[in-house]
């Protein structure tokens, strides 16, 4: 069985601070994991994807995640957060054949000028 | 390239009435596509799996009488939502998976906010 958790429901941050969302993963086997991001009414955009090659991945937008297995976390971070960051984050787990997604609660960053 | 569209964009209808989205993969072939709800504040679940010319996997709990998904050709997969209440109500995400270099990646449609009176 496969699971993720996201800590922190929303998240605000200053322009130009670090952003950091958290996420946390259960699976009984080596997972493939995901960083979405979702603007209002939208579907969801793809930022960044790990599938066991290089523990921390780059994404778009600046936005980068470090696979951790002995903290089963994936934790999505960007140095410097910009305006155009807020929106909702969704982390994601499956197994290796992408059949199914499991999709955590969502994070939603809120970017303070 | 890996675009996915959904229509409508926003549908309300009356209780009782059946509703239709379609979800097309516009510049590849999906050889699975993957319907989703989200309800407002929460995260998405699947409802269904649906490969092409065959009939869907249904997630435990999804009536599939209910929701008909129905995966006619590569490029075109649609869900019905029969008999729509108001409890129906939600946000109907459909994601596509590609057949060949991106077959570990699923491309997420638009969305269909979905609100039954």
């Known amino acids: 069985a496969q699971s993720v958790t996201q800590l922190g429901s929303h998240v605000s941050v200053s322009e130009g601070a670090l952003v950091l969302l958290r996420c946390n993963y259960s699976?009984?086997?080596?997972?493939?994991l995901f960083w979405y991001v979702q603007y209002p009414n939208q579907g969801l955009q793809l930022l960044l994807k790990?599938?066991?090659?290089?523990?921390l991945v780059k994404g778009i937008n600046g936005f980068e995640a470090e696979f951790k297995k002995s903290e089963t976390s994936f934790h999505l971070t960007k140095p410097s957060a910009h305006m155009s960051d807020a929106a909702e984050y969704f982390c994601?787990?499956?197994?290796?054949?992408?059949?199914?997604?499991?999709f955590g609660s969502g994070t939603k960053l809120n970017v303070k000028p | 390239g890996a675009v996915v569209s959904q229509h409508p964009s926003r549908v309300i209808c009356k209780s009782g009435t059946s509703v239709k989205i379609e979800c097309r993969s516009l510049?590849?072939?999906?050889?699975?596509m993957f319907w989703y709800r989200q309800f407002p504040k929460q995260s998405l679940m699947l409802m269904a799996t649906?490969?092409?010319?065959?009939?869907?996997?249904?997630e435990q709990g999804v009536e599939k009488d209910k929701f008909l998904i129905n995966h006619a050709s590569l490029t075109l997969s649609t869900l019905t939502v029969t008999s729509a209440h108001p409890e129906d109500s939600s946000f109907y995400i459909c994601?596509?998976?590609?057949?060949?270099?991106?077959?570990?990646?699923?491309?997420f449609g638009p969305g269909t906010r979905l609100t039954v009176l």
């Open positions: 510049d590849f072939q999906a050889t699975t």
């Open positions: 994601a787990v499956s197994d290796h054949n992408f059949n199914k997604f499991y």
């Open positions: 790990y599938t066991s090659a290089a523990t």
């Open positions: 649906s490969n092409e010319g065959s009939k869907a996997t249904y």
């Open positions: 699976s009984s086997v080596p997972p493939y």
């Open positions: 994601s596509a998976r590609a057949r060949g270099l991106s077959a570990n990646e699923q491309f």
